[in-house]
């Protein structure tokens, strides 16, 4: 069963920064893509950044520009460097992956780590 750990989450002033872990039980390069989601409190999960396989990125337009994905695959983990944080990105982080298969797909989800940006 696959395990996405999530790390690096807490409270930080506006205009800080913080870098979010996802540490995979196996080799990242056996997902299709891997990313990262957001819950603001009392709204829906949305998008925030994924990393394809082949290193392609894509960014939520509310964070293009602020935060970046990368991923390390000597450690299985991939991470979210946030910087210029505003009140507005206070959110649980969900790490996602994703594996496409003929058979149909195969979505994983970390248990979330929380966000808070507040002075």
């Known amino acids: 069963q696959v395990q996405l750990v999530e790390s690096g989450g807490g409270l930080v002033q506006p205009g800080g920064s913080l870098r979010l872990s996802c540490a995979a039980s196996?080799?990242?390069?056996?997902?299709?893509?891997m990313g990262w989601y957001r819950q603001p409190p009392g709204k829906q999960r949305e998008l925030v950044a994924i990393?394809?396989?082949?290193?392609?990125?894509y960014y939520a337009d509310s964070v293009k520009g602020r935060f970046t994905i990368s991923r390390d695959a000597a450690k299985n983990t991939v991470y979210l460097q946030m910087n210029s944080l505003k009140p507005e990105d206070t959110a649980v982080y969900y790490c996602?992956?994703?594996?496409?298969?003929?058979?149909?797909?195969?979505?994983?989800w970390g248990q979330g780590t929380q966000v808070t940006v507040s002075s």
């Open positions: 196996e080799n990242i390069f056996s997902f299709d893509l």
């Open positions: 996602h992956a994703l594996k496409v298969r003929v058979t149909g797909r195969e979505a994983y």
């Open positions: 990393i394809t396989s082949v290193g392609s990125s």
